[in-house]
């Protein structure tokens, strides 16, 4: 999957091991009780390059359970196979604290919406994690996007040709 890397090695180990934790990730948890013959779901974390290539993960779908993905200092796992409930960790310090389990579908379809809450939870302090009080976190300033600078520029100067045009009067010409 393209704007993805595989997460192997230390880190991949220490969220395998914060999935035993969580009776729906772990070996042998909630789901495999019944039918232990369906442990066959690996952990599978990949680390997500931007807030837009994991917003687009997520509005793809239907994940195994046990697939993460890695975005900065936040994790998210699917803790339902093939749905759409994300257990969420930040890591401090290098160790894994979960604090939220979230569904992406909605919120996955509007990218603003979505950045918002990715950009809460990187800048949450753990005690705001901890607290669920990570979205009341407070964002440094964003840089404006391109995109936006462009847009800024061109309603500028639209305005400074409006007001350039009421001071000289209707029947000036240029």
């Not at 697939?67 to 930040?90: H, M, S």
């Not at 809450?117 to 705001?128: I, S």
Request: overall charge negative; proline content about 4%.
């Amino acid at each position: 999957m393209e704007g993805f890397a595989p997460i192997t090695g230390e880190e991949h180990e220490l969220l395998v091991a914060k999935c035993q934790e969580n009776g729906w990730l772990k070996r042998g948890g909630y789901d495999w009780q019944d039918d232990p013959f369906m442990e066959e779901y690996p952990y599978e974390f990949s680390k997500a390059e931007s807030i837009e290539d994991l917003r687009n993960a997520f509005a793809r779908g239907n994940w195994a359970i046990r697939q993460g993905f890695v975005y900065e200092d936040l994790a998210f796992i699917q803790q339902v196979n093939g749905g759409d409930e994300w257990w969420t960790c930040k890591r401090f310090d290098g160790e894994w604290v979960d604090f939220e389990s979230w569904s992406f579908g909605r919120i996955s379809l509007d990218p603003a919406e979505f950045e918002d809450a990715m950009l809460h939870m990187r800048h949450a302090t753990k005690e705001e994690c901890t607290s669920l009080r990570y979205m009341d976190s407070k964002i440094p300033e964003r840089p404006q996007s391109l995109a936006d600078r462009a847009q800024g520029a061109i309603q500028a100067s639209a305005t400074l040709d409006s007001a350039t045009q009421h001071r000289q009067g209707p029947n000036h010409t240029r």
